[in-house]
């Protein structure tokens, strides 16, 4: 396999995370067949093991993130219904609006604290029975939440929102995309989350190092309607097998290693709260998304972003002046160590005027 972009640290995302050998050799070895017939064995198989694992009936494998919040979206609920979410969260913000633009669905934004929903502020935005009203028939949560740094939703908090959506007949979905980040944080099994959601999706294609592919997963039902809805998005896959494939391994042999990213995150963390004009919020890295603010140097996160590239360090900017990093397979602590000597020059040579 050949490496792209080898001579850069890339901490823009665990999405750039390439697979293992192991993976590559199960992919060149795994039986196949047509999964829109449901005969690939490879795909059984896996989403055999994400039911199992998440403590469900029945998982459903997807392209993407993305496409998994859709089609989950799709399956809970009726166009024209109403679906509570937190104002941050990845549905809202980055998947080209496709909750209502195909969905049909209008969401309902609400703030919450580092990601977590307030149970009493969630109750107070069901909409009544009324003829002028859309029907709120889904909550949805973010686990770990990207955009206030991957922080986790603890299982408690999941526990109350699902009472919530329990007393008033809706229906409580997870974006676990990156759940095993949180599991891993809390060393709990990542049943303590999903006990408490009727159904989630995470992904392959982050921390768990697959090059590609989500699971939706839930009651037999939703499942079966699920992969109804994957059809008509065009989701339909013949021998997805070399998708599954990783992706068994993934659930086998990948999920443990989170803790290392979780440490390199710290670290980085921790060494960017000591370099004056940047600012950080520590209590926010909690697993493996670190994020932080450049206002203080007087520059912009697009500026400050690029100087970290022409000097091999790869991070995303985010809004005027906060810059995400993410640590992933492939990271390790000298990259962590060589990326804040970075940040350390560009930091200084900003100070100086030298730009
Ligand atoms: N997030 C990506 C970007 O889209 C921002 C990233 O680099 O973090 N839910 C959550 C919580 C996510 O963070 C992401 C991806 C998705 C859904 C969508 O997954 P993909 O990228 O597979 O469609």
């Known amino acids: 396999m050949r490496r792209a972009r080898r001579d850069y640290i890339d901490l823009r995302s665990d999405t750039v995370t390439l697979p293992t050998e192991e993976m590559l050799e199960a992919i060149r070895n795994a039986e196949l067949g047509d999964d829109v017939y449901g005969e690939d ?4 198989r896996l989403e055999e093991m994400a039911a199992k694992k998440m403590g469900k009936e029945a998982a459903l494998l997807v392209t993407s993130g993305t496409q998994a919040n859709l089609v989950s979206v799709m399956s809970n609920t009726k166009r024209g219904d109403c679906a509570i979410l937190e104002a941050e969260c990845h549905i809202y ?9 195909i969905a049909g669905v209008l969401p309902w934004p609400i703030k919450g604290e580092m990601g977590i929903l307030d149970p009493r502020d969630v109750e107070n935005a069901i909409k009544p029975k009324n003829i002028h009203l859309p029907e709120t028939t889904l909550i949805c949560i973010e686990n770990t939440h990207n955009r206030y740094g991957g922080t986790i939703v603890p299982p408690e908090s999941v526990k109350a929102l699902h009472k919530v959506a329990e007393e008033h007949g809706l229906r409580l979905y997870m974006d676990g995309a990156r759940i095993f980040n949180a599991a891993v944080a809390l060393k709990v099994d990542v049943r303590e989350f999903t006990r408490h959601v009727d159904n989630l999706m995470f992904c392959l294609s982050k921390g768990l190092s697959c090059p590609v592919g989500s699971l939706v997963v839930g009651d037999e039902e939703f499942i079966e309607r699920a992969r109804k809805v994957r059809k008509i998005l065009g989701g339909g896959m013949r021998q ?3 998708i599954a494939a990783p992706g ?8 443990g290693r989170l803790e290392e990213d979780h440490k390199n995150a710290r670290l980085l963390a921790e060494g960017l709260s000591r370099i004056e004009g940047i600012s950080i919020d520590l209590k926010t890295v909690q ?6 603010d450049v206002g203080g140097l007087g520059v912009t996160s697009e500026r400050f972003v690029s100087m970290l590239r022409e000097r091999g360090v790869l991070a995303l900017p985010r809004e005027r002046t906060g810059v995400r990093m993410v640590t992933h397979r492939g990271i390790e602590r000298e990259h962590i160590e060589r990326a804040l000597t970075v940040i350390e020059e560009v930091s200084r040579e900003i100070k100086r005027g030298e730009t």
Request: charged share 10%; aromatic share 6%; hydrophobic share 55%.
């Open 41 to 44: 064995p490879t795909v059984n």
């Open 93 to 101: 913000h980055y998947e080209v609006g496709s909750i209502s633009a």
């Open 240 to 242: 997805a097998g070399i």
């Open 248 to 255: 068994i391994i993934a659930l086998e042999k990948m999920i």
């Open 287 to 292: 697993t493996n998304i670190v994020l932080f």
